[in-house]
């Protein structure tokens, strides 16, 4: 079973616009971290958070923490076609060496 | 090395049929994960190994499947007696860190059909 789960499930924008992801997440964690997968290709990682950070930034992409709720959210701004793609949030298992994957938000960014 | 890679790529097994895929990480990572991906949802945990050591074995759905990194680079995974629920992308990741909670460096996978 997965512990991560994303919403939206699918999301449809036009380019330009801004997309934000959530994930929840169910047990303690020490960081947090999300990937995109292009389809049929690897995982790439974009960010990673540590469950003592609140927010993090890297390029176009804002990260949120809040390990009171066990949630995470992933802002792409001024979104271009080639951010189309699935997102994934991942988290360790404290307990052990697991890395816990969501189910994914699937974006599609119109040009 | 420059990536991860994996091969095969691709593999059409019979159900019944073992296999075995095949994981280069990249050179020094002492960290490596396997996943598996069905279609339509995000990578399932099977397996981690650090160096040669097998760590964590929790995610492997039956004792069909066996992985093993006898010399703490290469890694093999093999399923036995192949299902046709075992259809799924096989992923393999690469850490450069101890305990594999950092960036995870992914290879494009091994695509499974079973007839």
């Known amino acids: 079973s997965q512990q991560g789960e994303e919403d939206p499930q699918a999301l449809s924008i036009q380019e330009g616009e801004n997309a934000t992801m959530n994930c929840s997440y169910k047990?303690?964690?020490?960081?947090l971290q999300w990937y995109r997968q292009n389809s049929g290709r690897g995982l790439v990682h974009l960010i990673l958070?540590?469950?003592?950070?609140r927010e993090k930034h890297s390029g176009r992409l804002r990260v949120t923490l809040d390990t009171s709720k066990k949630s995470s959210s992933l802002l792409i701004t001024a979104s271009r076609a080639a951010d189309t793609a699935s997102y994934f949030c991942?988290?360790?298992?404290?307990?052990?060496?697991?890395?816990?994957f969501g189910a994914g938000t699937r974006l599609f960014v119109k040009a | 090395g420059a990536g991860v890679s994996q091969s095969p790529r691709y593999k059409v097994a019979k159900r019944g049929q073992d296999v075995a895929l095949r994981c280069d990480p990249i050179?020094?990572?002492?960290?490596l994960f396997w996943y598996q991906q069905a279609l339509g949802q995000g990578p399932e945990f099977l397996t981690y190994?650090?160096?040669?050591?097998?760590?964590?074995k929790s995610g492997l759905p039956s004792d069909r499947f066996f992985a093993e990194r006898p010399e703490g680079s290469v890694s093999t995974l093999k399923i036995q007696r192949t299902q046709q629920e075992d259809s799924a992308v096989y992923l393999c990741?690469?850490?450069?860190?101890?305990?594999?909670?950092?960036?995870?460096?992914f290879g494009p996978g091994t695509r499974l059909l079973v007839l």
């Open positions: 050179s020094g990572h002492v960290s």
């Open positions: 958070i540590r469950s003592n950070e």
């Open positions: 990741a690469s850490s450069s860190t101890w305990s594999g909670l950092e960036t995870q460096y």
């Open positions: 991942a988290t360790d298992d404290t307990g052990g060496f697991k890395t816990i």
């Open positions: 047990t303690s964690i020490n960081n």
């Open positions: 190994f650090q160096n040669e050591a097998q760590l964590d």
